[in-house]
């Protein structure tokens, strides 16, 4: 490719970068906003359904394990947290989340 | 220019989309998913630290309160982490802004509920504030972590949204189970499954007694408590404000003095001790306040009900929420709270 021609090149990829940049970027912003409604409907949802399935059912899910260390990450809990996450791992263990027990919800 | 308009649209669009709660501080209480929860009548709303967060269980709470009462209570923990008087006030009534305000509301706190110095305070400030705070707040800071406090509303926005996108939410399942089936906290009662959860709990949290002992106890005088000023215009008067708006709302409010290991009390200076007490008398005169002292009644030696030195475990939680139920919380529903 000659001279000029590698310049106009440069030129137009200058040119359309500029010019889409921004677009993009509100679109990602409105596209994560439009997501984070569509998510809050969906755990409103999840939330009421979760109740009425266990207040129907009569049982209570065994709760999920109480966090280990280095199961999610701490640096950005601010701190918050970090008394209680760092245990010894090998006191705590998964357990079934679905297995019934005999209460009902609350 | 543009970045400040974007980041403070980005916070103004999360608080409208109701994830302005998805905060780095999902624990001890998943307030998100108490937000999903249908709009019901709540008896006792409790608020506070991590200690409050421990220290009292809602069903626990319910049990003793339904066989009181004869009829069904609910009963919701919305403490967090480093909670103090400024944000009893802008949490709670945001949450309650939306919702039918409960009937009581009993903040479980220490001396550090009520410090202006507290060592915290930035991230409470920080957490829950709206925009329209930064300015007077900006003014009120007393250091330069206060001054970055007071201006995180308008990055709140951008990192909630990132923190909601990433699902980071959902990390902690235990925290939402106990927020959907038991209204919070970290200890229930009254099932097999609420037992295994709590023999969970603390089983996982075996080591912290001795790690307190290791760090937080040693530091916790020259951390927490080398200053301390009660009657400052973020802590003291958010908590002013709080009680204006539950005496507006016909809502009754208690406090309960939660209980330290001896050992942890030993580091809280005499004179932190009478600044605090001396604050509650103030505050109980002036807006008749019921307090229940829970110190008073030899928690300080029974190290079998302590998590670590500050904080109740399973088999203290239970006993203490059967006393504040009792001497608290029963009294006022009952209509002898005033």
Same mark, same amino acid.
């Given at each position: 490719?000659s001279?000029?021609?590698? &310049? =106009?090149?440069?030129?137009?990829?200058?040119?359309?970068?500029?010019?889409? +940049?921004?677009? +993009?970027?509100? +679109?990602c912003w409105l596209?994560? +906003?439009l997501?984070a409604?569509?998510q809050?409907?969906?755990?409103?949802e999840?939330v009421?359904?979760?109740?009425a399935t266990? #207040?129907?059912l009569g049982?209570?899910?065994? #709760?999920?394990?109480?966090?280990?260390?280095g199961?999610?990450?701490?640096?950005?809990?601010?701190?918050?947290?970090?008394?209680?996450h =760092?245990?010894? #791992?090998?006191?705590?263990?998964?357990?079934?989340? =679905? &297995?019934?027990?005999?209460r009902?919800?609350? | 220019?543009?970045?400040?308009?974007?980041?403070?649209a980005?916070?103004?669009?999360?608080?409208?989309?109701? /994830?302005?709660?998805?905060?780095?501080?999902?624990?001890?209480?998943?307030?998100?998913?108490?937000?999903?929860?249908?709009?019901t009548?709540?008896?006792?709303?409790i608020?506070?630290?991590?200690?409050? %967060?421990?220290?009292?269980?809602?069903?626990g709470l319910?049990?003793?309160?339904s066989?009181?009462?004869? !009829?069904?209570?609910? %009963?919701?923990?919305?403490? !967090?982490?480093? *909670?103090?008087?400024? %944000?009893?006030?802008n949490?709670l009534?945001?949450?309650?802004?939306?919702?039918?305000p409960?009937?009581?509301?009993i903040?479980? /706190?220490?001396?550090?509920?009520?410090?202006e110095?507290?060592?915290?305070?930035h991230?409470?400030?920080?957490?829950?504030?709206?925009?329209?705070?930064?300015?007077?707040?900006?003014?009120?800071?007393?250091s /330069?972590?206060? *001054?970055?406090g007071?201006?995180?509303?308008i990055?709140?926005?951008?990192?909630?949204?990132? /923190?909601?996108t990433?699902?980071?939410?959902?990390?902690?399942?235990r925290?939402?189970?106990m927020?959907?089936?038991?209204?919070?906290?970290?200890?229930?009662?009254?099932?097999?499954a609420?037992?295994?959860?709590n023999?969970?709990?603390?089983?996982?949290?075996?080591? !912290?007694?001795?790690?307190?002992?290791?760090?937080?106890?040693?530091?916790?005088?020259a951390?927490?408590?080398?200053?301390y000023?009660?009657d400052?215009?973020?802590?003291?008067?958010?908590?002013?404000?709080?009680?204006?708006?539950?005496?507006?709302?016909?809502?009754?409010?208690?406090?309960?003095?939660?209980p330290?290991?001896?050992?942890?009390?030993?580091q809280?200076?005499?004179?932190?001790?009478?600044?605090? !007490?001396?604050k509650?008398?103030?505050?109980?005169?002036?807006?008749?306040?019921?307090?229940?002292?829970?110190?008073?009644?030899?928690?300080?030696?029974?190290r079998?009900m302590?998590?670590?030195?500050d904080?109740?475990n *399973?088999?203290?939680?239970?006993?203490l929420?059967?006393?504040?139920c009792?001497?608290?919380?029963?009294?006022?529903?009952?209509?002898n709270?005033?």
């Open positions: 490719m001279a000029p021609n590698a &310049q =106009h090149t440069e030129g137009r990829i200058r040119y359309w970068t500029k010019t889409l +940049l921004g677009p +993009l970027a509100v +679109l596209g994560a +906003l997501g409604k569509v809050v409907a969906h755990d409103t999840r009421e359904a979760e109740r266990t #207040a129907a049982v209570l899910p065994l #709760a999920p394990a109480p966090i280990r260390p199961g999610l990450d701490n640096r950005t809990l601010a701190g918050q947290m970090r008394d209680f =760092h245990v010894d #791992a090998s006191t705590s263990g998964p357990q079934s989340p =679905h &297995q019934p027990t005999d009902k919800t609350r | 220019m543009w970045t400040l308009f974007w980041a403070i980005t916070t103004l669009s999360v608080d409208a989309l109701g /994830i302005r709660n998805i905060q780095p501080v999902i624990w001890p209480t998943d307030i998100y998913s108490f937000e999903r929860t249908p709009d009548e709540i008896d006792v709303a608020y506070g630290s991590s200690r409050a %967060s421990l220290d009292l269980s809602p069903s319910d049990a003793c309160l066989d009181g009462l004869d !009829r069904e209570t609910t %009963s919701v923990n919305l403490g !967090r982490s480093f *909670a103090t008087g400024f %944000s009893t006030h949490l009534t945001s949450l309650f802004e939306k919702r039918t409960p009937k009581v509301i903040l479980g /706190i220490g001396p550090e509920f009520l410090d110095t507290n060592h915290r305070l991230l409470d400030v920080g957490l829950n504030s709206d925009l329209d705070d930064v300015p007077r707040q900006l003014l009120q800071s007393r /330069i972590s206060l *001054a970055f007071a201006l995180r509303p990055v709140r926005g951008a990192e909630s949204l990132a /923190i909601f990433a699902q980071r939410h959902t990390k902690e399942e925290l939402r189970w927020m959907i089936h038991h209204g919070g906290g970290q200890y229930c009662v009254g099932s097999k609420c037992e295994i959860q023999n969970s709990h603390d089983s996982a949290l075996v080591g !912290r007694w001795d790690q307190h002992l290791a760090s937080n106890v040693v530091t916790a005088e951390e927490r408590f080398s200053e000023v009660t400052g215009p973020l802590v003291g008067g958010g908590l002013d404000k709080f009680l204006k708006w539950s005496a507006e709302k016909d809502i009754q409010v208690g406090v309960v003095v939660l330290f290991h001896e050992l942890y009390k030993r809280i200076p005499m004179d932190v001790r009478r600044a605090f !007490r001396g509650l008398s103030a505050l109980s005169e002036t807006y008749g306040l019921r307090v229940y002292d829970v110190g008073a009644q030899g928690w300080g030696q029974r079998a302590y998590l670590d030195t904080h109740l *399973a088999i203290g939680s239970a006993q929420t059967q006393d504040v009792e001497k608290l919380a029963l009294p006022m529903l009952s209509g709270g005033r």
